[in-house]
């Protein structure tokens, strides 16, 4: 799928963001190898550490519908170290869109990310 295609749709799941506490509106799509989309916003708390992001919801609304492989996500903002983790697991070779202005910068998450934790080194 096209990139700006997908960061449309991150756009768009961001008008559901809930954050009345920073009011950051993020937007995140994820594109699944079956090319299905899942998108997701972030969505806060009054304890603030309740609340999840944008791409962690995405993901998880789509592996809670039983999807585990993932090929690109696209997202408003640069994600946060939480997020790269969780995207990891899932997606070690994850392709990430972000938004930057006008223009959408690509980075491999193991960019983002090198030496992700993994409880399989032990
Ligand atoms: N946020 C995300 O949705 N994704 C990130 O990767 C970084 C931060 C949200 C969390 C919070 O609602 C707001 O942005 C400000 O930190």
């Not at 749709?9 to 090319?35: D, E």
């Not at 492989?69 to 997606?91: K, M, N, W, Y």
Request: some cysteine; glycine content about 4%; hydrophobic content about 40%.
């Amino acid at each position: 799928m096209d990139k700006k295609a997908l960061m449309e749709k991150a756009r768009y799941a961001a008008k559901f963001s809930y954050s009345p506490y920073s009011n950051v509106k993020v937007g995140a799509a994820v594109l699944c190898k079956n090319q299905k989309i899942y998108t997701g916003t972030n969505i806060e708390n009054a304890s603030f550490g309740a609340t999840v992001c944008a791409e962690r919801v995405a993901l998880f609304k789509a592996v809670s519908e039983g999807e585990k492989d993932f090929l690109e996500i696209a997202v408003t903002h640069i994600p946060c170290g939480i997020c790269r983790q969780v995207l990891s697991e899932f997606a070690p070779n994850l392709i990430v869109h972000v938004k930057n202005g006008d223009d959408i910068i690509t980075y491999k998450l193991s960019d983002l990310l090198p030496n992700a934790f993994s409880n399989k080194n032990f």
